[in-house]
């Protein structure tokens, strides 16, 4: 042997169960740096694709762009790929009877067709969706609406020729065009004709999917969509581009730009929502796909992105600092434990230098053993993950995949090996500055404790016996191994706290959708469905539950002091009419969905009680107190509108009604509304009551709509067949059919939740096996002592009692202060994140409770197989052998 460093692959060699350790702790390092990159990676994926889907594969769009502006913005340099969209006209396909006008007075004089032209580009990114068929080619090839196919003289089929009459839509009394600049549909009025401008036969090669976001007026104006490649563009037309940018960088300042160029002006600048929204344009209106561009972290709002980034940098640098602790651990305890070899190493000539250099060739070769292994070990655990969920089939995560990128094994390898070298620095400059003489006199790792024994605390008192004592002061007379091993057990309590902390987060912000089968509606002349058709509906085979809507709105006086201070400041502008020391609003809706709904109400209370009795007496009402709204600034908040509490009074009174006021007494407050997993996005107060409590207010005993929840097991063709008869008798009927969107919004919810803890599931299986690995290591490298104690007279039986009792002292320490550090961390991931996901933060008690109890027991655990091990060794093997 040359040199000093030659030593590091003969210590490894002869202890090799203390180098598996080391090993086995970086590999859980960077198999989780592994997982959790690969974990984003696939989630980030499937949320594109998902939004894309949903809002389009766009960036940007110009709405009501003159024809001959089109090529100009095309072309521009900045653009990578364009679709163009232009309104063909209005076609009618079915006329409005007399009888039905007369029991619907809403109803539009025609059911309209909306045609469209759209060129390959523009269909691909607006994701057109097909139910049968396919897309259209040619300019006299279109698809058709599945809505749409009903209401036809003779349903058109796939391969069937229909001849349009196109047109415009007039206003009756003046003859004049109505001003339609949107993609989307409006609304119809009563003074309203349509004038046909021309014949167009096309043959039928497709149906659509209808849309999710469906407005109200899709039940008389349908879309339909043929094919114009616009290489002929009537410039006396408007049209919609829909782009994307060569690069997200500074994609609001180059949508402005290219405008700018072409001398255009009068821009308004819009989000997309949603496709097909409805917007009032001016000459032009730019609209930015924000839900795509954020995923990217290139929003338009640059404190979203800010707040992202600032969150993700904050998420790497908690696990990177977990992950340095199990290593700093491993590598600590290894070298107290030699502390006497680097002793004689110095008292024969070694530099701190020389001894650096061994510390860090060790961490050098156990990391190119450990990181790979780590990188595959992750790549596997992630592949069993997204197997299970594959085999699931279930809603949102049907289609997630595994998306293993070279970057992401790269960083994870890169940090993992940073991460070790950080590690070992302590453990290095702690060995060069062994003193020889010191290092030879004891063993480096035990200093007697120096102080008064007798002053024990609670752990040592007689109520634990002289076990408990030994205990106590073997963690007081080794206080840094007490330290890193706590240490250890802290960050995985910390790691846990905040993961969990996040996983609450995104449950918080996804919404699980309708929570019923059946809508049925009512828009006749009387405004109400009468309750024989309720009672025929609950005896029908398949109906699990129905439930009468009730509805009215209501002008309130809300006091001052209930009005949350964080909602004023963003909606100021609701809260103007001032009286009785509150504010006079039209925005309140009192709501029963009959008392049986109440009852789906339950789960949802945060505080207060359901008590109908007690509502109907009291005029009681329960307050919906929680929104979702996206503020001026683009950040995602959910916040309480109102602060009531139980006992509160609100001054109420119909609209319209100049009256006295009438007063409802608050009796609970709830999240959310009753057959929803959705925040309400309305800046409406809405109060669920009983029907006796809205009769009492409002003197209507009315209701104009019915929820149905079908039996999944039955068959639902007599609850149609019914519906079906009922729009016969009275075109004031209308119902919709909500199975399927409610099949999702369960699928979705369950595999979220299957998804978001099973990466919980993840971080307490390796936050366990650091605690496994580090307690372990710990007790084997006390081999010697544990001997010692063996051979003056201590059974194994009391040596078992104060390891344990050991166990549990160090999991209540790890438990306060990784209490105290997890909840502080996840708040400051939480803060991070108020420009892009703005939720109240709740102190994360259950994750407090369950990594502390998981870190005492995994503690106990830990304790046992080297329990084991010590058993079946004799005292002079243990006091004569090396760990």
């Given at each position: 042997?040359?040199?000093?460093?030659?030593?590091?692959?003969?210590?490894?060699?002869?202890?090799?169960?203390?180098?598996?350790?080391?090993?086995?702790?970086?590999?859980?390092?960077?198999?989780?740096?592994?997982?959790?990159?690969?974990?984003?990676?696939?989630?980030?994926?499937?949320?594109?694709?998902?939004?894309?889907?949903?809002?389009?594969?766009?960036?940007?769009?110009?709405?009501?762009?003159?024809?001959?502006?089109?090529?100009?913005?095309?072309?521009?340099?900045?653009?990578?790929?364009?679709?163009?969209?232009?309104?063909?006209?209005?076609?009618?396909?079915?006329?409005?009877?007399?009888?039905?006008?007369?029991?619907?007075?809403?109803?539009?004089?025609?059911?309209?067709?909306?045609?469209?032209?759209?060129?390959?580009?523009?269909?691909?990114?607006?994701?057109?969706?097909?139910?049968?068929?396919?897309?259209?080619?040619?300019?006299?090839?279109?698809?058709?609406?599945?809505?749409?196919?009903?209401?036809?003289?003779?349903?058109?089929?796939?391969?069937?020729?229909?001849?349009?009459?196109?047109?415009?839509?007039?206003?009756?009394?003046?003859?004049?065009?109505?001003?339609?600049?949107?993609?989307?549909?409006?609304?119809?009025?009563?003074?309203?004709?349509?004038?046909?401008?021309?014949?167009?036969?096309?043959?039928?090669?497709?149906?659509?999917?209808?849309?999710?976001?469906?407005?109200?007026?899709?039940?008389?104006?349908?879309?339909?969509?043929?094919?114009?490649?616009?290489?002929?563009?009537?410039?006396?037309?408007?049209?919609?581009?829909?782009?994307?940018?060569?690069?997200?960088?500074?994609?609001?300042?180059?949508?402005?730009?290219?405008?700018?160029?072409?001398?255009?002006?009068?821009?308004?600048?819009?989000?997309?929502?949603?496709?097909?929204?409805?917007?009032?344009?001016?000459?032009?209106?730019?609209?930015?796909?924000?839900?795509?561009?954020?995923?990217?972290?290139?929003?338009?709002?640059?404190?979203?992105?800010?707040?992202?980034?600032?969150?993700?940098?904050?998420?790497?640098?908690?696990?990177?600092?977990?992950?340095?602790?199990?290593?700093?651990?491993?590598?600590?305890?290894?070298?107290?434990?030699?502390?006497?070899?680097?002793?004689?190493?110095?008292?024969?000539?070694?530099?701190?230098?020389?001894?650096?250099?061994?510390?860090?060739?060790?961490?050098?070769?156990?990391?190119?053993?450990?990181?790979?292994?780590?990188?595959?070990?992750?790549?596997?655990?992630?592949?069993?993950?997204?197997?299970?969920?594959?085999?699931?089939?279930?809603?949102?995560?049907?289609?997630?995949?595994?998306?293993?990128?070279?970057?992401?094994?790269?960083?994870?390898?890169?940090?993992?090996?940073?991460?070790?070298?950080?590690?070992?620095?302590?453990?290095?400059?702690?060995?060069?500055?062994?003193?020889?003489?010191?290092?030879?006199?004891?063993?480096?790792?035990?200093?007697?404790?120096?102080?008064?024994?007798?002053?024990?605390?609670?752990?040592?008192?007689?109520?634990?016996?002289?076990?408990?004592?030994?205990?106590?002061?073997?963690?007081?007379?080794?206080?840094?191994?007490?330290?890193?091993?706590?240490?250890?057990?802290?960050?995985?309590?910390?790691?846990?706290?905040?993961?969990?902390?996040?996983?609450?987060?995104?449950?918080?912000?996804?919404?699980?959708?309708?929570?019923?089968?059946?809508?049925?509606?009512?828009?006749?002349?009387?405004?109400?469905?009468?309750?024989?058709?309720?009672?025929?509906?609950?005896?029908?085979?398949?109906?699990?539950?129905?439930?009468?809507?009730?509805?009215?709105?209501?002008?309130?006086?809300?006091?001052?002091?209930?009005?949350?201070?964080?909602?004023?400041?963003?909606?100021?502008?609701?809260?103007?009419?001032?009286?009785?020391?509150?504010?006079?609003?039209?925005?309140?809706?009192?709501?029963?969905?009959?008392?049986?709904?109440?009852?789906?109400?339950?789960?949802?209370?945060?505080?207060?009680?359901?008590?109908?009795?007690?509502?109907?007496?009291?005029?009681?009402?329960?307050?919906?107190q929680k929104i979702s709204m996206i503020t001026d600034k683009g950040t995602n908040m959910i916040i309480d509108q109102t602060r009531?509490?139980?006992?509160?009074?609100?001054?109420?009174?119909?609209?319209?009604?100049?009256?006295?006021?009438?007063?409802?007494?608050?009796?609970?407050?709830?999240?959310?509304?009753?057959?929803?997993?959705?925040?309400?996005?309305?800046?409406?107060?809405?109060?669920?009551?009983?029907?006796?409590?809205?009769?009492?207010?409002?003197?209507?005993?009315?209701?104009?709509?019915?929820?149905?929840?079908?039996?999944?097991?039955?068959?639902?063709?007599?609850?149609?067949?019914?519906?079906?008869?009922?729009?016969?008798?009275?075109?004031?009927?209308?119902?919709?059919?909500?199975?399927?969107?409610?099949?999702?919004?369960?699928?979705?919810?369950?595999?979220?939740?299957?998804?978001?803890?099973?990466?919980?599931?993840?971080?307490?299986?390796?936050?366990?096996?650091?605690?496994?690995?580090?307690?372990?290591?710990?007790?084997?490298?006390?081999?010697?002592?544990?001997?010692?104690?063996?051979?003056?007279?201590?059974?194994?039986?009391?040596?078992?009692?104060?390891?344990?009792?050991?166990?549990?002292?160090?999991?209540?320490?790890?438990?306060?202060?990784?209490?105290?550090?997890?909840?502080?961390?996840?708040?400051?991931?939480?803060?991070?994140?108020?420009?892009?996901?703005?939720?109240?933060?709740?102190?994360?008690?259950?994750?407090?409770?369950?990594?502390?109890?998981?870190?005492?027991?995994?503690?106990?655990?830990?304790?046992?197989?080297?329990?084991?091990?010590?058993?079946?060794?004799?005292?002079?093997?243990?006091?004569?052998?090396?760990?």
């Open positions: 042997m040359r040199k000093y460093t030659g030593l590091t692959e003969k210590y490894l060699l002869g202890q090799k169960k203390r180098s598996i350790l080391t090993i086995v702790g970086i590999i859980l390092s960077v198999t989780l740096l592994t997982a959790v990159g690969t974990l984003a990676m696939s989630y980030q994926d499937k949320l594109v694709r998902q939004t894309i889907q949903d809002y389009g594969d766009y960036e940007v769009s110009f709405n009501g762009v003159s024809g001959k502006d089109v090529p100009r913005i095309v072309n521009q340099a900045a653009i990578g790929s364009a679709g163009v969209i232009h309104r063909i006209g209005y076609a009618t396909i079915s006329s409005t009877s007399e009888k039905e006008q007369k029991e619907n007075p809403f109803a539009a004089p025609y059911r309209y067709l909306n045609v469209k032209g759209y060129d390959s580009q523009a269909m691909s990114k607006l994701q057109v969706q097909l139910e049968s068929g396919r897309l259209p080619q040619k300019p006299n090839e279109i698809i058709l609406s599945s809505w749409s196919l009903n209401n036809f003289t003779s349903k058109p089929a796939v391969g069937d020729k229909i001849t349009l009459d196109l047109g415009d839509r007039v206003e009756a009394s003046t003859g004049k065009v109505k001003s339609v600049n949107s993609i989307g549909d409006y609304g119809w009025n009563l003074d309203e004709k349509f004038k046909p401008r021309m014949k167009q036969q096309y043959t039928v090669v497709g149906v659509m999917k209808t849309a999710k976001n469906v407005t109200w007026s899709s039940t008389f104006i349908y879309s339909a969509i043929t094919y114009d490649d616009h290489q002929k563009i009537d410039p006396s037309q408007n049209f919609f581009i829909y782009a994307t940018m060569k690069s997200m960088d500074n994609i609001k300042e180059k949508s402005e730009a290219i405008l700018s160029s072409l001398g255009l002006g009068n821009v308004d600048q819009g989000s997309a929502q949603e496709l097909n929204r409805e917007n009032v344009l001016k000459d032009i209106r730019i609209e930015y796909n924000n839900e795509l561009l954020k995923l990217f972290g290139k929003s338009t709002y640059a404190n979203v992105n800010q707040s992202s980034m600032y969150a993700f940098a904050a998420i790497v640098l908690i696990i990177m600092g977990c992950t340095s602790a199990v290593i700093y651990n491993t590598f600590h305890i290894s070298v107290l434990e030699r502390i006497s070899q680097f002793g004689m190493l110095r008292c024969i000539g070694a530099t701190p230098a020389q001894i650096r250099r061994i510390v860090f060739k060790e961490a050098t070769v156990l990391s190119l053993i450990a990181i790979p292994i780590g990188l595959f070990t992750g790549t596997i655990l992630m592949k069993v993950l997204f197997y299970n969920i594959s085999m699931l089939t279930l809603g949102f995560l049907n289609d997630m995949h595994m998306i293993i990128l070279l970057p992401v094994l790269l960083a994870a390898a890169g940090l993992g090996l940073i991460v070790v070298y950080v590690s070992a620095l302590g453990p290095a400059k702690l060995a060069s500055n062994v003193s020889p003489l010191e290092a030879l006199k004891t063993s480096g790792s035990t200093a007697v404790e120096q102080g008064d024994f007798k002053r024990l605390s609670f752990a040592g008192s007689k109520w634990l016996g002289f076990e408990g004592r030994f205990a106590s002061r073997n963690i007081r007379r080794n206080r840094k191994r007490f330290r890193i091993t706590a240490f250890s057990m802290i960050i995985s309590i910390v790691m846990y706290i905040v993961f969990g902390g996040l996983v609450n987060l995104l449950g918080t912000t996804s919404e699980s959708g309708i929570d019923y089968s059946y809508s049925l509606d009512y828009q006749g002349m009387n405004k109400r469905i009468p309750n024989s058709v309720y009672n025929k509906l609950v005896t029908l085979d398949g109906v699990k539950e129905a439930y009468p809507f009730y509805t009215h709105q209501l002008q309130a006086i809300i006091p001052k002091e209930k009005i949350n201070p964080d909602y004023y400041q963003q909606q100021k502008e609701m809260y103007t009419v001032e009286q009785e020391n509150g504010y006079r609003m039209g925005n309140n809706f009192l709501t029963s969905y009959g008392i049986n709904g109440l009852q789906e109400l339950r789960p949802k209370l945060t505080s207060g009680s359901i008590d109908a009795s007690q509502m109907n007496d009291e005029n009681g009402v329960i307050v919906i009531f509490k139980v006992g509160d009074k609100i001054k109420v009174r119909s609209m319209g009604d100049k009256q006295s006021y009438k007063t409802v007494t608050v009796v609970g407050t709830a999240d959310q509304a009753p057959l929803s997993g959705k925040y309400t996005e309305s800046a409406v107060i809405q109060m669920i009551t009983t029907p006796k409590v809205i009769e009492n207010i409002t003197g209507d005993n009315s209701y104009d709509r019915i929820f149905i929840q079908a039996n999944p097991e039955t068959d639902n063709g007599a609850i149609v067949g019914y519906f079906k008869s009922l729009v016969q008798q009275d075109a004031g009927y209308n119902y919709r059919d909500r199975i399927e969107e409610m099949k999702q919004a369960r699928n979705d919810a369950m595999t979220l939740n299957i998804f978001l803890y099973g990466f919980i599931g993840v971080i307490a299986a390796i936050a366990f096996l650091n605690i496994l690995n580090t307690v372990s290591t710990n007790l084997i490298l006390r081999t010697k002592e544990f001997a010692v104690l063996k051979a003056i007279g201590m059974t194994q039986k009391e040596i078992r009692k104060m390891v344990l009792l050991e166990g549990v002292f160090y999991g209540v320490f790890a438990a306060v202060y990784g209490s105290l550090l997890g909840t502080g961390l996840s708040y400051s991931v939480s803060y991070l994140m108020r420009n892009a996901v703005q939720v109240e933060w709740v102190m994360p008690w259950s994750s407090i409770l369950i990594g502390s109890l998981g870190a005492i027991i995994a503690t106990l655990i830990a304790s046992y197989w080297p329990l084991r091990r010590l058993e079946r060794i004799q005292i002079t093997d243990g006091l004569r052998g090396e760990n």
